[in-house]
């Protein structure tokens, strides 16, 4: 009987196991779901990172707007002179160095000349020489005029020999005609100094113009010679140049040449001062090609010379469709005009700062070419965001593309 009821009997332990097990498989699909909502909520929090190209904001001009052609050249000298000398000599004073300004006759160097001197010193001595033996021959001539006209006078009343006056006759011819030769002497003398003058001049090394020396060829104790024909010797003391006579000289390919005119407007840029724009005229078109290049020399004036403008500068000529207006010759900041978008009505440009983007409001300008003016809330050489996807956000890491 007690085996039966203990068979009847029901285990404690075996009826709550079932229970809790239940509450265990309905709690799962709660807790599963938990979960990927927290990861959805996380990921959606996470700024993402978007890789994209930047660029930075910088300096630009409106002549952008309207340039027609670019091309790069040289600023030259237009009145350029080497100083030589046509004697051979050894430099013996050098007035001027690099930099120096010099004035039209101004003297710049001297040669050594002391041979040059006596030989002046002897022409003159022969002119004297000359001028006296005009004098003598003067003075031959006065008296055999006389003689002859006494012995004409003689011959005529038969008083004296017709022999008697043909010798006269004879020595007023000679000494006529020894006059005439004296006289041509004393030109040769005389033309002798002047060319002896003329050589102790070349000794002398004047400026033919007003000018800034570029360059010093020579010091003193050199030899200068008119050829430089040895290694020792030297053709050119100094090389000077008119800084008034400065233009730009570019070369422009044969099928661009119908985009530059005479007197067209230009706007020159300098390597050497990158923050400023200079403005030009086409001065000249020269009227034949470089077969080798296929281009056609331009020179391109300054409308106002700056004396920082040196020869030789490397510089960019912008040949611009119409001239310059004058609120259009100052520079803005700028930005690629695909970097300005909108967002919430607003216009912005992401400025990337850290790593991260910042949608940044602007107030932006005229389109020059590519870029767009941006006239604040940017500063030259912050970098934005060029092309920003639909999808970014201030916040966003962004990374620029690999290279």
Not at 41 to 50: C, Q
Not at 123 to 150: C, F, G, I, P, W
Not at 265 to 283: K, Y
Request: glycine share 6%; net charge positive; with cysteine.
């Amino acid at each position: 009987m007690q085996d039966s009821l203990d068979a009847l009997r029901i285990d404690g332990d075996a009826k709550v196991a079932p229970r809790r097990s239940g509450r265990r498989r309905r709690l799962w699909p709660w807790i599963l779901a938990a979960l990927l909502v927290g990861a959805g909520v996380f990921w959606l929090a996470k700024p993402r990172v978007h890789t994209l190209s930047l660029a930075p904001v910088v300096q630009a001009y409106p002549s952008r707007a309207i340039t027609v052609l670019t091309a790069s050249g040289y600023v030259v000298a237009q009145r350029k002179a080497s100083l030589a000398a046509k004697v051979t000599s050894q430099l013996a004073w050098l007035g001027v160095e690099e930099g120096s300004r010099v004035h039209k006759g101004q003297v710049v160097a001297r040669l050594e000349h002391a041979d040059l001197d006596a030989a002046r010193s002897e022409a003159a001595h022969q002119l004297a020489a000359a001028a006296a033996q005009v004098d003598q021959a003067e003075a031959e001539l006065t008296d055999a005029t006389l003689n002859y006209k006494r012995m004409k006078t003689l011959a005529n009343r038969g008083v004296v020999a017709r022999s008697e006056h043909d010798t006269a006759k004879a020595r007023f011819d000679k000494a006529t005609a020894a006059v005439s030769q004296a006289k041509a002497s004393l030109e040769a003398r005389r033309e002798a100094l002047r060319q002896a003058g003329a050589q102790l001049s070349y000794t002398e090394l004047t400026a033919p113009f007003d000018a800034v020396v570029l360059t010093k060829n020579a010091d003193v104790g050199d030899i200068i010679t008119p050829l430089g024909a040895s290694s020792t010797s030297k053709a050119a003391v100094v090389t000077i140049a008119d800084m008034g006579s400065l233009a730009v000289e570019v070369d422009v390919a044969e099928s661009s040449l119908h985009l530059v005119q005479r007197g067209g407007p230009c706007e020159i840029f300098l390597d050497a001062i990158p923050t400023e724009r200079f403005p030009g005229v086409v001065h000249m078109i020269v009227p034949t090609a470089d077969r080798t290049k296929a281009t056609v020399l331009i020179k391109v004036r300054f409308a106002t010379l700056d004396p920082r403008i040196l020869p030789e500068m490397s510089a960019k000529v912008a040949f611009l469709s119409r001239p310059l207006a004058a609120g259009e010759t100052a520079s803005r900041p700028a930005v690629p005009a695909t970097a300005v978008t909108t967002r919430n009505g607003a216009t912005v440009v992401f400025v990337v700062k850290n790593g991260r983007a910042v949608a940044t409001p602007v107030t932006p300008g005229e389109t020059m070419g590519n870029l767009r003016a941006v006239m604040s809330g940017v500063s030259v050489g912050d970098k934005v965001i060029v092309s920003p996807p639909a999808d970014l956000r201030s916040g966003d890491a962004v990374a620029p593309p690999e290279s």
